[in-house]
C-alpha cells in the first residue's frame, strides 16, 4: 500500500541538489512529479512542456525567476492540465509579445499559487496572457510594475480562454500606448473569454483605459466580479 501511495504522489525532484536548473528539473520530471526550487534567483525562460508537475519554490520573497528580458519567463504551451501549477515563485523580467510573465496557449491550463509578478514586459498582457482556449487560476498572487504596450497591463485573455482571481492584487501596472487597439490597464478581456475576479483588488493601474475593458464586447468577452475593490467601480456584488 505505501508503495501506491508513493507513486500516486509522483517524485520530488529537488533544485539545484539534484538538478542544477529549473528547466533541467521539469525535462526529467513526468506528470505527477513535483519540482521543488530552493530560494535563489534562477536566470532562466522555463517551458512546462506540456507536463502535469508541480513547480513549487521555497517562497515568493525568496525565489525568484528572472527572465532577462529574453522572451516569456514562463510558458504553457504544450496542452498541460488542470493539475499544472507554479506555487511560491517571484516572476520578473519577462518581455515577450504576449504574457511577458506568464504565456498559457494553445488549450493549455496553469493554477499560479503566490505567485508575485513584477518588472514584466508585453504586447499584450504584461503579466500573464491565456491564449486559444486555455485557462489560468491565480489565487494570492500580486501584479504590480508590469507595463504592456498595446493592451492588459497586469493580464490579457483572448480566444476563448478564461483567467480566474481570488484574494489578489492587480496594482500599478500600465498601458503605455494609446492606439485605437489599446485597452485595460490592468486586464484586457478578448474574444469569447471570461475574466473572474473574487475577493481581488484591481486598483492604481495607469494609462488612458479602464481598469478592465472588453474592448469588442460584440465578440463576447465578459467579466464577473464579486467582492471586489476595483477603481473606478464595476457592475458585481
Not at 525532484?13 to 530560494?39: E, K, R, W
Not at 504596450?149 to 498601458?175: D, F, K, W
Amino acid at each position: 500500500i505505501l508503495s501506491l501511495l508513493t507513486l500516486s504522489f509522483g517524485a520530488v525532484l529537488n533544485i539545484p541538489s539534484d538538478y542544477p536548473t529549473i528547466q533541467l528539473g521539469i525535462n526529467t520530471a513526468i506528470s505527477g512529479d513535483t519540482v521543488f526550487v530552493s530560494p535563489g534567483i534562477y536566470y532562466e525562460n522555463i517551458n512546462f512542456n506540456g507536463k502535469n508537475i508541480f513547480l513549487k519554490g521555497a517562497t515568493a520573497a525568496t525565489t525568484i525567476i528572472d527572465g532577462g528580458e529574453n522572451g516569456s519567463v514562463v510558458q504553457a504551451v504544450g496542452g498541460e492540465g488542470s493539475g499544472t501549477t507554479l506555487s511560491k515563485f517571484t516572476i520578473q523580467n519577462g518581455l515577450a509579445s504576449y504574457g511577458g510573465g506568464v504565456e498559457v496557449d494553445n488549450s493549455s491550463a496553469l493554477n499560479l499559487l503566490d505567485v508575485v509578478f513584477k518588472s514584466n514586459n508585453a504586447e499584450y498582457g504584461a503579466g500573464v496572457s491565456a491564449l486559444n482556449n486555455s485557462s489560468i487560476t491565480i489565487k494570492n498572487g500580486l501584479l504590480f510594475n508590469n507595463q504592456a504596450s498595446i493592451q492588459g497591463g497586469a493580464l490579457y485573455l483572448s480566444e476563448g480562454s478564461q483567467i480566474t482571481a481570488l484574494s489578489s492584487t492587480i496594482s500599478y501596472n500600465s498601458v503605455s500606448g494609446n492606439s485605437a487597439s489599446s485597452s485595460g490597464n490592468g486586464v484586457s478581456i478578448g474574444t469569447a473569454s471570461a475574466f473572474t475576479a473574487n475577493s481581488s483588488i484591481i486598483w492604481g493601474n495607469t494609462g488612458n483605459f479602464s481598469q478592465i475593458n472588453i474592448p469588442s464586447p460584440q465578440f463576447g468577452g465578459s467579466a464577473s466580479i464579486t467582492y471586489s475593490n476595483i477603481g473606478g467601480g464595476w457592475f458585481g456584488t
